[in-house]
């Protein structure tokens, strides 16, 4: 198992995502398989050399259900989520895709940035869905 807190950036400017090189790297991980091998492939590489620029760079990510989520891709969940794209917590996702399809009301405590409300509103969308973030630096 890669061990992330022993992995240090690389020097050098951190890159937009809209340079061709992360261009590129986004199109190659689109390809790869769902597993466990590539998700921590993913983390090794959005802390290194697709790490995240740290300047406020709004992104719509295309989720399952036909839903969009907007990120802040200069912070490293958004960066996450939008370099690692299906690959990104795709098991419990899935998991909660089908819960939600069976459940009038859901709650998302600790909601974040707010992809398992997004998700699970796509999902049901007959539900009521709520979302709480208790960390005020968590909503922008």
Not at 122 to 129: E, F, I, S
Request: net charge positive.
């Amino acid at each position: 198992v890669l061990d992330l807190r022993k992995t240090k950036p690389l020097p050098g400017p951190r890159l937009s995502v809209r340079t061709p090189f992360c261009v590129l790297m986004r199109s190659v991980w689109r390809c790869l398989p769902v597993s466990g091998w590539t998700f921590h492939l993913g983390k090794l590489m959005t802390r290194t050399v697709l790490r995240p620029s740290g300047v406020t760079e709004q992104r719509s990510i295309p989720l399952p259900d036909g839903a969009n989520l907007e990120v802040n891709v200069g912070t490293p969940t958004g960066n996450d989520l939008y370099c690692m794209a299906h690959h990104y917590e795709s098991t419990s996702l899935k998991m909660w895709r089908n819960l939600a399809r069976t459940h009038n009301r859901i709650m998302d405590v600790g909601s974040h940035v707010g992809l398992y409300a997004v998700t699970a509103a796509a999902a049901n969308p007959r539900a009521k869905v709520v979302a709480v973030e208790p960390l005020p630096a968590n909503l922008d």
